[in-house]
């Protein structure tokens, strides 16, 4: 799907997403709940939909892409588009 589409995300994926709405600039976790990484089709998929952005490189793990809640990641998942993220600090 390209990122014209419209669709809802699916459970792992808005469990994902969800967890941004609470941190500071959105950031999203690299891990879960239960401590295992978040699989990276997840992430792939959320980055495709426009529902997530890479944000910073991990200088300790160049390999693990630290992403952000976008706007329209926000939205997908109930949060309001127009509020931005808490700011880190």
């Known amino acids: 799907m390209s990122r014209k589409e419209t669709y809802a995300p699916t459970v792992a994926q808005r469990r994902w997403l969800e967890r941004g ?5 959105g950031k ?3 891990f879960d709940e239960q401590g295992r990484e978040v699989p990276r089709r997840t ?22 892409l630290v992403c952000r809640l976008t706007a329209a990641g926000r939205a997908a998942v109930g949060g309001r588009r127009d509020v931005p993220p808490p700011r880190p600090g």
Not at 50 to 61: M, V
């Open 43 to 64: 992430i792939d998929a959320c980055l495709a939909a426009g529902w997530a952005e890479p944000w910073i490189a991990n200088p300790i793990k160049p390999d693990w």
């Open 21 to 25: 709405l609470k941190q500071a600039g």
């Open 28 to 30: 999203l976790p690299l």
